[in-house]
């Protein structure tokens, strides 16, 4: 120890603490708007880096992020390790399983979502190798390949995120999409890391032949994921049995997840190849409890992901080397190749035609995937920095296009959430009325503040609670009304400290009560906004909390994080 | 990126790798002798260093462990910002509000627990400062203050956990030592954070006077404090609200500690002095949710903690550097200073003899901050290794004292665990009884396994049984007896598919069947071992899950990992 200065050390901190802020930040507005965190994380670093920083204020830029001494290796290292800990946890997301229990159009969706791109790239290597961004003194062989791999994969984790955003995740076209992504991303991993193995340049130079990393790629991707995998299905109880939790377990996995890291390193391919795979081994058994998953999860996706993604736009200028004619031919050339390609093994695999340009659509994010991909060969020197700039535009555009381009196929509504429809102005902290007629006026009237007239509202719900009360038992009521001429769903909510008598069928008196609006043409809505608030309030302890609150944003704070404890 | 090369990250990945394996398994080797994991932690790092595998295979650790080139301040910088997310959640425990609610017994403790061991150090620091080692180049006056924090500290995360591990937190004794500590640490940081001011030498030199350097220390605790917790405090369900969770909230606390540890780094303290009192300021809101806080406990204590810890051994022969006298002579400085201070300031707070006394083991804990305040007084050229040897012992010394005197003093008996009665002789996967006595026969059939008289046993739980049946519900029985010179209490359990009629009070039939046999003259025990089954199995999904069990080691796991899922 000591190899550090103090002011390495405080210029340390404060980088790190900069990218981790900014990046968290960048990826909570992006999310604000439907799209995949790591836009914003990648625009944060692109915010710190030479495009933007860089030109601003120079000379904090050099400070912050100096370009000599031991403070770069040192974020280097500390990415570099966050990097194979995030591909761990993308590795536990993939269950081999659902392969075989998919079959025939997973099969199919998968290989000719592969074979397409993969073509399309070779025929562009060969074809116009400078037009797509070759570095200069790069074997066109390698840079072949390398293209064609980088538009072939596609990215699990985004995929799976899509499919659960749009609640499609646990349906038959969801399993069939994440089983055709499963084994793209597997197929697509080994292949690049062959390709790692043609890229060994010389400052990545490793003592082994090609053939000989090759070989051991391969061996060593063979019998983690069958001996391996079998001796992790059988160590993981005895662990959880013997050692603490779920220290013993999280350790078991990180200290593998390293070593693999550590052996595809040496052997010549990167270290994420091995982090990967061990993921894909452990997260494999059905012993792994799903808490531990989760704690891995969260800090690593939350905590290391932004760090490293964030870093990516510090290396490089993305003003300066952004070409729109490469980004819109890398853009179009891969979309055109996946989305084709995978509804083609769709429809060959039997599925219907609007499934089948879904199927093509999920399986087109790129995200984190073809980044790292990316990050990768430009370090190497088999592409230039317009063509990493053009590959970050590509993962973060088919990502983007994915969710939208499958609600407009599938003609899928957005779902309704409760927490969506409430703002702090139609929030009541404490009813003053103390029965039901009232505390529907009152509520009522707050929904003025956001622009309804107050009669046509007020009269609508009445009359709809004197045919039938609304309590819905668990201390909750729910009054509502159709609205003609209203956009979208409205809600207005209050609490009751004593409560109020709504007639529900378990005898208790309601604590909060919801005033809910839906368009009158709008069947939907309105079961779906029911539905969502009985299954909130299905644990009386989200109600005896939201009643502790002080704020509008502690009850939005409250029902928040109630709903993801529960897992969500 | 780019400044590391392949041959860089290979090492970089295993010495990490063994490092958190070798650390991991050394925490739980000694936790099964009821001894602090840091311990193990360090042993391990002593195994890897240069004491023990420096000596067996120099050439192995000079590779996994190079002291040139940039791998050793990447594993620093790693390993530094680790320390800081330590001292994080060291200070998310820290609750201000118990030093009030105690207010005379606590502060009597914390004052006169930290004036007495300081007098102490001062004492020893004056009159023979080489013989306590002090670096040869040091400021004599520097040194006294190190040695008189270093004596005066103690180890509240340490504390914590043994008094838990004896079921005292809850109790009013638990609430005072964890109030006098909370204090003691508070006012130790703030001091040792001023002695670091004075540590300033060329290698760690900062820009600014020791008197701005320590003016800004303590203006920075008091705003973080005060304001700076309000803030928090007031953002936290903001943050919760708005932003996805609980990456929001950890993304939140993790950037504030970085910033917190850079800006007390920048001004002349250690960088974890600030990452310990954001912790504090995070901690003390009752808007952080306990999820998000064993999120980050969880990631940090089993991840980042046994790599800094077992780091720690590489850096120092432990051999070379052991001096017994000097070791000797600073543990009984450090427990005479502490146990006497302490004990003496309970009496005066009004607390009991034994009580007292417990209270001064209880704090005598030096554990985990005593050696990192022993390793920055080495960096720093304050002390020799030999002295930060003998720190190293009396951290780990005090911590594994402090429990077994306690129970000495307070005469408290081992706690009985339902786990560590069972073994897989005595486990019985599918009982072939159908009706409870046979059930009874079977089980005690597997008793005389582990060298009981069959006879005896067997009449004993029949006679039992047949005066009252012993289904207690939840598909549990609990039949049992008190046998003749055994010496602790033992237990056989077998699973039943189909059930048995133990004529419970809810009506069910039993699926798991517990045979309890305990000690003639030990009345506790017996009440212990039948609440800790009732316990465990008041919620259904426990039981249900033990059913689809395959063998006893995963009986075992998934008996423990539900008794930590839900939060013991």
């Not at 797509?132 to 995929?159: Q, W, Y």
Request: proline share 4%.
């Amino acid at each position: 120890m000591g190899q550090l200065t103090s002011e390495n050390l405080t210029v340390l901190f404060l980088s790190v603490g900069v990218i981790l802020a900014t990046a968290r930040i960048g990826a909570e507005l992006v999310q604000r708007f439907g799209q995949p965190s790591v836009l914003g994380e990648i625009l944060a670093g692109i915010l710190l880096g030479p495009t933007c920083l860089g030109v601003i204020a120079p000379e904090w830029f050099r400070f912050l992020f100096p370009r000599e001494g031991v403070t770069p290796a040192v974020l280097e290292g500390f990415n570099t390790i966050g990097l194979a800990m995030f591909l761990l946890v993308a590795g536990l997301e993939v269950d081999l399983s659902t392969i075989w229990r998919q079959g025939r159009a997973a099969m199919s969706v998968g290989v000719a979502g592969i074979a397409l791109p993969f073509g399309f790239g070779l025929a562009a290597g060969i074809v116009a190798p400078r037009q797509f961004g070759m570095a200069p003194d790069s074997d066109p062989f390698t840079f072949t390949f390398f293209l064609a791999t980088a538009l072939s994969i596609s990215a699990l984790p985004v995929i799976a995120k899509t499919l659960m955003d749009l609640n499609l995740y646990r349906t038959d076209l969801g399993m069939v999409v994440i089983a055709a992504s499963v084994f793209n991303d597997l197929i697509g991993w080994i292949v690049f890391a062959i390709v790692l193995g043609m890229m060994k340049t010389n400052s990545a130079a490793s003592a082994l032949s090609i053939s000989t990393t090759i070989v051991l790629t391969l061996a060593f991707a063979i019998v983690l994921l069958t001996a391996g995998r079998w001796a992790i299905h059988r160590s993981l109880p005895f662990i959880q049995a013997h050692t603490s939790w779920p220290g013993g377990v999280m350790g078991f996995a990180l200290a593998l997840t390293l070593l693999g890291a550590a052996f595809t390193q040496w052997v010549g391919v990167h270290a994420i190849f091995g982090a990967f795979l061990v993921g894909v081994a452990v997260g494999d058994s059905p012993h792994l409890r799903e808490r531990t998953r989760m704690t891995m999860h969260h800090f690593i996706s939350f905590i290391f992901a932004p760090l490293f993604f964030g870093s990516i736009g510090l290396s490089v200028d993305f003003g300066k080397n952004f070409d729109p004619l490469l980004c819109t031919l890398v853009l179009a050339l891969a979309c055109v190749g996946k989305v084709f390609g995978c509804a083609i093994g769709a429809r060959l695999g039997g599925m219907a035609r609007a499934e089948a340009w879904a199927t093509g659509f999920a399986m087109n994010a790129r995200g984190a995937m073809e980044i790292i991909l990316g990050l990768l060969a430009l370090q190497r020197g088999v592409i230039d920095e317009r063509m990493f700039v053009a590959l970050v535009v590509m993962a973060i555009g088919t990502s983007m296009l994915s969710g939208p381009m499958m609600r407009l196929v599938l003609r899928l509504e957005r779902p309704v959430r409760l927490a969506s429809l409430l703002n702090a102005r139609t929030f009541v902290r404490q009813l003053a009325a103390t029965d039901r007629m009232d505390a529907i006026r009152e509520l009522c009237a707050s929904l003025t503040a956001v622009g309804l007239d107050r009669d046509t509202v007020e009269q609508a719900v009445l009359e709809r609670e004197s045919v039938m009360p609304t309590g819905i038992g668990n201390r909750v009521a729910v009054p509502h009304a159709r609205v003609e001429g209203l956009a979208s769903p409205l809600a207005a909510v209050g609490l009751s400290e004593q409560g109020i008598d709504f007639d529900a069928p378990d005898g208790d008196r309601a604590q909060i009560i919801f005033v809910i609006l839906t368009p009158r043409h709008d069947d939907g809505a309105q079961v779906k906004v029911l539905a969502d608030i009985a299954r909130t309030f299905a644990h009386p302890k989200v109600l005896d909390d939201l009643l502790n609150v002080q704020s509008f944003t502690e009850f939005l704070a409250t029902l928040k994080t109630h709903r993801h404890a529960e897992g969500e």
